[in-house]
Protein backbone atom coordinates (compact mmCIF):
# COMPACT_ATOMS: atom_id res chain seq x y z
CA UNK A 1 0.00 0.00 0.00
CA UNK A 2 2.73 2.29 0.74
CA UNK A 3 3.97 1.81 -2.85
CA UNK A 4 0.92 3.91 -4.16
CA UNK A 5 1.95 7.67 -2.09
CA UNK A 6 4.81 9.37 -2.78
CA UNK A 7 4.10 11.59 0.56
CA UNK A 8 1.74 9.14 3.03
CA UNK A 9 0.66 12.15 5.97
CA UNK A 10 -0.49 8.71 7.95
CA UNK A 11 -3.19 10.20 9.87
CA UNK A 12 -6.19 8.40 11.51
CA UNK A 13 -10.00 9.14 10.26
CA UNK A 14 -12.88 8.56 12.12
CA UNK A 15 -15.43 6.03 11.85
CA UNK A 16 -17.51 6.91 9.17
CA UNK A 17 -16.00 10.26 7.49
CA UNK A 18 -15.31 10.94 4.15
CA UNK A 19 -11.11 10.23 3.46
CA UNK A 20 -9.42 11.38 0.46
CA UNK A 21 -6.19 10.67 -1.44
CA UNK A 22 -4.86 13.46 -4.28
CA UNK A 23 -3.04 12.66 -7.19
CA UNK A 24 -0.19 14.26 -7.14
CA UNK A 25 -0.87 16.75 -9.41
CA UNK A 26 -3.02 18.81 -7.15
CA UNK A 27 -1.77 21.61 -5.01
CA UNK A 28 -1.56 21.70 -0.88
CA UNK A 29 0.00 24.51 0.29
CA UNK A 30 3.39 23.34 2.16
CA UNK A 31 3.48 19.96 0.46
CA UNK A 32 5.77 18.98 -2.53
CA UNK A 33 4.35 18.46 -5.55
CA UNK A 34 5.53 16.74 -8.70
CA UNK A 35 2.97 15.98 -10.88
CA UNK A 36 4.95 12.45 -11.35
CA UNK A 37 7.74 14.36 -12.87
CA UNK A 38 11.92 14.66 -11.62
CA UNK A 39 12.00 18.16 -13.38
CA UNK A 40 9.49 19.29 -10.37
CA UNK A 41 12.02 17.90 -7.47
CA UNK A 42 12.18 19.53 -4.40
CA UNK A 43 9.37 22.08 -5.49
CA UNK A 44 7.04 22.52 -2.57
CA UNK A 45 2.88 24.12 -3.18
CA UNK A 46 3.22 27.97 -2.09
CA UNK A 47 -1.21 27.47 -2.18
CA UNK A 48 -3.97 25.22 -1.97
CA UNK A 49 -6.26 24.13 -4.50
CA UNK A 50 -9.51 25.41 -4.70
CA UNK A 51 -10.52 21.61 -4.91
CA UNK A 52 -8.73 20.80 -1.21
CA UNK A 53 -9.73 24.12 0.52
CA UNK A 54 -13.02 22.50 -0.12
CA UNK A 55 -12.29 19.30 1.23
CA UNK A 56 -10.92 20.75 4.54
CA UNK A 57 -14.06 22.85 4.77
CA UNK A 58 -16.31 19.52 4.81
CA UNK A 59 -14.38 17.80 7.16
CA UNK A 60 -12.62 15.08 4.89
CA UNK A 61 -10.03 13.44 5.78
CA UNK A 62 -7.08 13.68 3.30
CA UNK A 63 -4.75 10.85 3.63
CA UNK A 64 -1.38 12.02 1.37
CA UNK A 65 -0.63 12.51 -2.23
CA UNK A 66 -0.26 9.56 -4.58
CA UNK A 67 2.04 8.34 -7.32
CA UNK A 68 1.47 9.12 -10.72
CA UNK A 69 2.28 8.92 -14.25
CA UNK A 70 4.61 11.81 -15.68
CA UNK A 71 2.33 14.49 -16.26
CA UNK A 72 -0.56 12.21 -16.94
CA UNK A 73 0.87 11.27 -20.03
CA UNK A 74 0.67 8.25 -20.02
CA UNK A 75 -2.14 6.42 -22.54
CA UNK A 76 -1.17 9.20 -24.98
CA UNK A 77 1.46 7.54 -26.81
CA UNK A 78 1.67 3.17 -27.07
CA UNK A 79 3.52 2.00 -23.76
CA UNK A 80 4.31 -1.85 -22.47
CA UNK A 81 3.16 -1.15 -19.26
CA UNK A 82 -0.71 0.79 -19.79
CA UNK A 83 0.06 3.48 -17.16
CA UNK A 84 0.24 3.88 -13.45
CA UNK A 85 -2.43 5.41 -10.84
CA UNK A 86 -0.98 5.27 -7.15
CA UNK A 87 -4.61 6.91 -6.43
CA UNK A 88 -6.30 3.76 -7.82
CA UNK A 89 -4.45 1.27 -5.83
CA UNK A 90 -4.52 3.47 -2.81
CA UNK A 91 -8.77 3.21 -3.06
CA UNK A 92 -8.62 0.06 -4.21
CA UNK A 93 -6.59 -0.42 -1.34
CA UNK A 94 -8.57 1.17 1.26
CA UNK A 95 -6.49 3.54 2.09
CA UNK A 96 -9.36 6.43 1.27
CA UNK A 97 -12.99 6.72 0.27
CA UNK A 98 -12.09 8.34 -2.79
CA UNK A 99 -9.41 10.06 -4.87
CA UNK A 100 -9.16 13.09 -6.59
CA UNK A 101 -7.02 13.10 -10.10
CA UNK A 102 -6.62 14.46 -13.39
CA UNK A 103 -7.47 11.99 -16.29
CA UNK A 104 -7.21 13.55 -19.64
CA UNK A 105 -5.96 10.63 -21.60
CA UNK A 106 -8.50 7.76 -19.91
CA UNK A 107 -5.83 5.88 -18.16
CA UNK A 108 -7.06 6.47 -14.75
CA UNK A 109 -10.58 5.30 -15.33
CA UNK A 110 -9.22 2.17 -17.52
CA UNK A 111 -7.08 0.97 -14.08
CA UNK A 112 -10.14 2.38 -11.83
CA UNK A 113 -12.00 -0.01 -13.85
CA UNK A 114 -9.90 -2.88 -13.73
CA UNK A 115 -9.34 -2.63 -10.09
CA UNK A 116 -13.34 -3.21 -9.80
CA UNK A 117 -13.76 1.11 -8.79
CA UNK A 118 -15.86 3.73 -10.48
CA UNK A 119 -14.32 6.92 -12.09
CA UNK A 120 -16.49 10.18 -12.45
CA UNK A 121 -15.21 12.53 -14.78
CA UNK A 122 -17.20 15.91 -14.28
CA UNK A 123 -18.77 18.30 -17.03
CA UNK A 124 -15.55 20.70 -17.65
CA UNK A 125 -16.12 23.74 -15.90
CA UNK A 126 -18.00 22.16 -13.25
CA UNK A 127 -14.70 21.52 -10.80
CA UNK A 128 -12.43 23.94 -10.05
CA UNK A 129 -8.66 23.43 -11.61
CA UNK A 130 -7.25 25.87 -9.48
CA UNK A 131 -4.29 24.21 -8.08
CA UNK A 132 -3.89 21.67 -10.55
CA UNK A 133 -0.59 21.37 -12.38
CA UNK A 134 -2.13 22.09 -16.14
CA UNK A 135 -1.60 19.20 -18.41
CA UNK A 136 -3.76 20.33 -21.57
CA UNK A 137 -5.90 22.63 -20.64
CA UNK A 138 -8.78 22.40 -22.36
CA UNK A 139 -9.17 19.10 -21.21
CA UNK A 140 -7.79 19.28 -17.94
CA UNK A 141 -10.64 18.18 -14.96
CA UNK A 142 -10.72 16.96 -11.94
CA UNK A 143 -12.48 13.29 -11.53
CA UNK A 144 -13.27 11.18 -8.32
CA UNK A 145 -11.88 7.54 -8.08
CA UNK A 146 -14.66 5.77 -5.93
CA UNK A 147 -15.85 2.75 -4.79
CA UNK A 148 -19.53 3.44 -5.29
CA UNK A 149 -21.25 6.34 -7.38
CA UNK A 150 -22.83 7.62 -4.58
CA UNK A 151 -19.78 7.70 -2.56
CA UNK A 152 -18.45 9.53 -5.41
CA UNK A 153 -21.05 12.24 -6.31
CA UNK A 154 -21.08 12.65 -2.53
CA UNK A 155 -17.47 13.50 -2.67
CA UNK A 156 -18.22 15.45 -6.32
CA UNK A 157 -20.49 17.89 -4.06
CA UNK A 158 -18.19 19.08 -2.26
CA UNK A 159 -15.39 20.19 -4.43
CA UNK A 160 -18.07 21.07 -7.72
CA UNK A 161 -19.33 24.74 -7.73
CA UNK A 162 -18.28 27.93 -9.02
CA UNK A 163 -14.78 29.52 -8.86
CA UNK A 164 -13.69 32.59 -10.06
CA UNK A 165 -10.08 31.72 -9.72
CA UNK A 166 -10.92 29.40 -12.59
CA UNK A 167 -11.60 31.25 -15.91
CA UNK A 168 -13.23 28.17 -17.74
CA UNK A 169 -15.70 27.47 -14.81
CA UNK A 170 -19.51 27.19 -15.78
CA UNK A 171 -22.07 30.05 -14.50
CA UNK A 172 -23.38 29.99 -10.76
CA UNK A 173 -26.57 27.54 -10.21
CA UNK A 174 -26.74 25.82 -13.87
CA UNK A 175 -25.70 22.65 -11.76
CA UNK A 176 -28.65 23.04 -10.17
CA UNK A 177 -31.41 23.72 -12.50
CA UNK A 178 -30.27 20.61 -14.76
CA UNK A 179 -30.44 18.87 -11.09
CA UNK A 180 -34.16 19.50 -10.83
CA UNK A 181 -34.57 19.01 -14.23
CA UNK A 182 -32.79 14.89 -14.38
CA UNK A 183 -34.74 14.44 -11.28
CA UNK A 184 -38.12 14.80 -12.62
CA UNK A 185 -37.34 12.24 -16.01
CA UNK A 186 -34.61 9.74 -14.35
CA UNK A 187 -37.22 7.20 -15.20
CA UNK A 188 -37.73 8.06 -18.85
CA UNK A 189 -34.02 7.94 -19.38
CA UNK A 190 -32.74 6.62 -23.06
CA UNK A 191 -29.36 4.99 -24.19
CA UNK A 192 -27.33 5.80 -27.37
CA UNK A 193 -25.68 2.73 -28.25
CA UNK A 194 -23.21 3.33 -30.86
CA UNK A 195 -23.00 0.66 -33.55
CA UNK A 196 -19.82 1.27 -35.35
CA UNK A 197 -17.78 1.34 -32.03
CA UNK A 198 -19.54 -1.60 -30.87
CA UNK A 199 -18.73 -3.49 -34.05
CA UNK A 200 -14.72 -2.23 -33.92
CA UNK A 201 -14.95 -3.56 -30.14
CA UNK A 202 -15.99 -7.52 -30.26
CA UNK A 203 -17.78 -8.44 -27.15
CA UNK A 204 -17.51 -5.06 -25.72
CA UNK A 205 -19.97 -4.65 -22.53
CA UNK A 206 -21.92 -1.63 -23.84
CA UNK A 207 -25.26 -3.52 -23.36
CA UNK A 208 -26.68 -6.33 -21.62
CA UNK A 209 -27.62 -5.29 -17.63
CA UNK A 210 -26.47 -1.28 -18.36
CA UNK A 211 -28.90 -0.67 -20.69
CA UNK A 212 -31.66 -3.44 -20.34
CA UNK A 213 -34.02 -1.02 -18.03
CA UNK A 214 -34.01 1.87 -20.27
CA UNK A 215 -35.04 2.46 -24.02
CA UNK A 216 -32.73 2.07 -26.39
CA UNK A 217 -31.64 4.43 -29.42
CA UNK A 218 -29.10 2.63 -32.37
CA UNK A 219 -26.46 5.57 -33.85
CA UNK A 220 -23.17 6.12 -35.29
CA UNK A 221 -20.89 7.96 -33.90
CA UNK A 222 -19.50 10.05 -36.34
CA UNK A 223 -15.35 10.71 -36.69
CA UNK A 224 -14.44 7.90 -34.30
CA UNK A 225 -11.92 6.36 -36.52
CA UNK A 226 -10.28 9.40 -36.10
CA UNK A 227 -10.87 10.25 -32.11
CA UNK A 228 -7.36 9.18 -31.33
CA UNK A 229 -5.57 11.12 -33.46
CA UNK A 230 -7.53 14.06 -32.85
CA UNK A 231 -6.42 13.54 -29.18
CA UNK A 232 -2.41 13.14 -29.72
CA UNK A 233 -2.41 16.17 -31.63
CA UNK A 234 -3.87 18.33 -28.95
CA UNK A 235 -2.56 16.64 -26.20
CA UNK A 236 0.41 17.18 -27.64
CA UNK A 237 0.06 20.57 -28.64
CA UNK A 238 -0.99 21.74 -24.76
CA UNK A 239 1.25 19.55 -23.46
CA UNK A 240 4.05 21.25 -25.26
CA UNK A 241 3.08 24.92 -24.34
CA UNK A 242 2.62 24.09 -20.91
CA UNK A 243 5.95 21.80 -20.43
CA UNK A 244 8.48 25.23 -21.52
CA UNK A 245 7.89 26.65 -17.63
CA UNK A 246 10.00 23.93 -16.31
CA UNK A 247 13.48 25.64 -17.55
CA UNK A 248 15.58 25.13 -14.60
CA UNK A 249 15.73 28.46 -14.19
CA UNK A 250 11.61 29.42 -12.36
CA UNK A 251 11.84 26.23 -10.06
CA UNK A 252 12.73 22.43 -9.66
CA UNK A 253 15.00 20.87 -11.24
CA UNK A 254 18.32 22.57 -12.17
CA UNK A 255 20.98 20.60 -13.94
CA UNK A 256 23.90 20.92 -11.57
CA UNK A 257 26.79 22.16 -14.77
CA UNK A 258 26.44 24.37 -17.41
CA UNK A 259 28.01 27.18 -19.53
CA UNK A 260 25.43 29.60 -20.54
CA UNK A 261 21.42 29.76 -20.33
CA UNK A 262 20.98 27.56 -23.22
CA UNK A 263 22.39 24.37 -22.10
CA UNK A 264 21.03 25.11 -18.96
CA UNK A 265 17.92 24.40 -20.76
CA UNK A 266 19.18 21.36 -23.04
CA UNK A 267 20.75 20.06 -19.71
CA UNK A 268 17.70 20.66 -17.30
CA UNK A 269 14.78 19.07 -19.24
CA UNK A 270 16.99 16.50 -20.72
CA UNK A 271 18.31 15.02 -17.34
CA UNK A 272 14.69 15.38 -15.96
CA UNK A 273 12.09 14.62 -18.37
CA UNK A 274 10.54 11.11 -19.10
CA UNK A 275 10.52 10.15 -22.41
CA UNK A 276 6.91 10.42 -22.81
CA UNK A 277 7.17 14.13 -21.62
CA UNK A 278 9.84 14.37 -24.31
CA UNK A 279 8.08 13.28 -27.31
CA UNK A 280 4.96 15.11 -26.58
CA UNK A 281 7.29 17.99 -26.11
CA UNK A 282 8.93 17.98 -29.27
CA UNK A 283 5.30 16.99 -31.35
CA UNK A 284 4.20 19.41 -29.79
CA UNK A 285 6.05 22.18 -31.32
CA UNK A 286 6.21 20.73 -34.44
CA UNK A 287 2.66 21.39 -34.53
CA UNK A 288 2.37 24.56 -33.72
CA UNK A 289 4.99 25.69 -35.58
CA UNK A 290 4.05 28.19 -38.55
CA UNK A 291 4.42 24.94 -41.25
CA UNK A 292 2.27 22.36 -39.59
CA UNK A 293 -0.34 24.87 -37.40
CA UNK A 294 -2.96 24.72 -40.24
CA UNK A 295 -2.00 21.05 -41.80
CA UNK A 296 -2.43 19.72 -38.11
CA UNK A 297 -3.38 21.72 -35.17
CA UNK A 298 -6.20 24.15 -37.06
CA UNK A 299 -7.46 21.02 -38.65
CA UNK A 300 -8.04 18.87 -35.44
CA UNK A 301 -9.63 21.72 -33.92
CA UNK A 302 -12.15 21.64 -37.01
CA UNK A 303 -12.53 17.97 -36.15
CA UNK A 304 -13.06 18.61 -32.59
CA UNK A 305 -15.94 20.77 -33.23
CA UNK A 306 -17.55 18.37 -35.68
CA UNK A 307 -17.09 15.60 -33.04
CA UNK A 308 -19.18 17.49 -30.77
CA UNK A 309 -22.24 18.45 -32.97
CA UNK A 310 -22.74 15.47 -34.25
CA UNK A 311 -23.96 14.59 -30.93
CA UNK A 312 -27.79 14.30 -31.01
CA UNK A 313 -28.43 14.44 -27.43
CA UNK A 314 -32.31 15.27 -28.23
CA UNK A 315 -32.24 11.50 -29.20
CA UNK A 316 -30.73 9.67 -26.04
CA UNK A 317 -29.97 11.10 -22.70
CA UNK A 318 -27.00 9.18 -22.36
CA UNK A 319 -23.93 7.29 -24.68
CA UNK A 320 -23.09 3.92 -23.44
CA UNK A 321 -19.48 3.24 -24.70
CA UNK A 322 -16.89 0.22 -23.81
CA UNK A 323 -14.43 1.70 -21.17
CA UNK A 324 -11.09 1.82 -22.73
CA UNK A 325 -9.37 -1.77 -22.72
CA UNK A 326 -5.53 -2.62 -23.68
CA UNK A 327 -4.96 -1.54 -27.41
CA UNK A 328 -3.11 1.85 -27.15
CA UNK A 329 -4.87 3.37 -30.29
CA UNK A 330 -8.36 1.91 -29.55
CA UNK A 331 -8.09 3.02 -25.46
CA UNK A 332 -7.52 6.46 -26.35
CA UNK A 333 -10.17 6.82 -28.89
CA UNK A 334 -12.65 5.26 -26.80
CA UNK A 335 -12.12 7.29 -23.79
CA UNK A 336 -11.62 10.33 -25.80
CA UNK A 337 -15.52 11.64 -26.09
CA UNK A 338 -15.33 13.31 -22.48
CA UNK A 339 -12.91 15.00 -22.40
CA UNK A 340 -12.55 16.98 -26.55
CA UNK A 341 -16.52 17.97 -25.80
CA UNK A 342 -16.31 18.49 -22.09
CA UNK A 343 -19.29 15.73 -21.15
CA UNK A 344 -19.32 14.21 -17.98
CA UNK A 345 -19.06 10.42 -17.70
CA UNK A 346 -19.58 7.42 -15.43
CA UNK A 347 -17.21 4.20 -15.54
CA UNK A 348 -18.65 1.12 -14.33
CA UNK A 349 -16.59 -1.70 -14.01
CA UNK A 350 -17.65 -5.13 -14.97
CA UNK A 351 -19.67 -6.72 -12.20
CA UNK A 352 -20.83 -3.77 -11.18
CA UNK A 353 -24.21 -3.79 -14.12
CA UNK A 354 -21.80 -3.26 -17.04
CA UNK A 355 -20.82 -5.99 -17.76
CA UNK A 356 -22.47 -8.34 -20.82
CA UNK A 357 -21.85 -11.93 -21.17
CA UNK A 358 -19.92 -12.51 -24.23
CA UNK A 359 -21.77 -13.21 -27.31
CA UNK A 360 -24.94 -11.10 -25.91
CA UNK A 361 -27.80 -9.71 -27.82
CA UNK A 362 -27.47 -6.32 -28.75
CA UNK A 363 -30.23 -4.21 -28.28
CA UNK A 364 -32.48 -3.98 -31.54
CA UNK A 365 -31.57 -7.54 -32.24
CA UNK A 366 -28.28 -9.25 -33.73
CA UNK A 367 -25.81 -10.50 -32.04
CA UNK A 368 -22.13 -9.05 -31.11
CA UNK A 369 -19.51 -9.27 -33.92
CA UNK A 370 -17.28 -12.62 -33.11
CA UNK A 371 -20.09 -13.88 -31.08
CA UNK A 372 -17.43 -15.62 -28.72
CA UNK A 373 -16.87 -15.69 -25.23
CA UNK A 374 -15.42 -13.35 -23.65
CA UNK A 375 -13.02 -14.00 -20.37
CA UNK A 376 -11.39 -11.30 -18.42
CA UNK A 377 -12.46 -8.69 -21.19
CA UNK A 378 -13.53 -7.97 -24.87
CA UNK A 379 -11.36 -8.45 -27.69
CA UNK A 380 -10.15 -5.85 -29.81
CA UNK A 381 -8.79 -5.77 -33.28
CA UNK A 382 -4.96 -5.56 -32.29
CA UNK A 383 -5.19 -7.50 -29.58
CA UNK A 384 -6.48 -5.20 -27.07
CA UNK A 385 -9.09 -5.54 -24.39
CA UNK A 386 -11.48 -3.97 -22.40
CA UNK A 387 -11.26 -4.01 -18.48
CA UNK A 388 -13.75 -6.99 -17.97
CA UNK A 389 -17.00 -5.81 -20.21
CA UNK A 390 -16.12 -2.11 -18.02
CA UNK A 391 -18.64 0.47 -20.10
CA UNK A 392 -18.63 4.16 -19.75
CA UNK A 393 -21.78 6.61 -19.70
CA UNK A 394 -21.50 9.43 -21.03
CA UNK A 395 -24.13 12.47 -20.44
CA UNK A 396 -24.98 16.13 -21.79
CA UNK A 397 -22.73 18.89 -20.26
CA UNK A 398 -23.87 19.93 -16.87
CA UNK A 399 -26.00 16.61 -16.72
CA UNK A 400 -23.62 14.66 -14.19
CA UNK A 401 -26.86 13.95 -11.72
CA UNK A 402 -28.13 11.76 -14.34
CA UNK A 403 -24.91 9.43 -14.51
CA UNK A 404 -26.40 8.72 -10.87
CA UNK A 405 -30.15 7.91 -11.61
CA UNK A 406 -28.94 5.65 -14.82
CA UNK A 407 -27.00 3.40 -12.43
CA UNK A 408 -29.62 3.13 -9.57
CA UNK A 409 -31.66 2.50 -12.54
CA UNK A 410 -29.39 -0.31 -13.48
CA UNK A 411 -29.24 -1.99 -10.12
CA UNK A 412 -33.57 -2.34 -10.17
Known amino acids: MTDCFITNYNVECPPGALSAVLEDSIMQKGRPVTAGSKILENFVSPLDATVVTRLGEAGVIIHGKAKMDEFGISGLFPDADGGFSGAVSAVAGGAASFALCNDYTGTVRRLAAGHGLYYIHPTYGSVSRYGLIPAAPSMDQIGVVCKTPEEGFRALSVIAGYDPKDGAMLESGKRKEESEKIEARSEKIRIGVPVNVISRIAGSGT ?14 LRHFNIYAQVMQILCCAELSSNLTRYDGVKFGYRAGEFRDLHELYVKSRTEAMGPDAKLASILGAMILS ?5 KY ?9 LIKESLEFDKYDLIAMPA ?30 GAMPGGGAMPGGGTM ?23 TLI ?18
Open 207 to 220: AGEVVKNFETVSFE
Open 324 to 353: PGADPVTRLALGALPQLCGLPALTIPSGAG
Open 395 to 412: ANAGNDTLLLAAMKAVRQ
Open 297 to 305: YDKAMRIRR
Open 369 to 391: PGGGTMPGGGTTPGGGTTPGGAV
Open 290 to 294: QDYYE
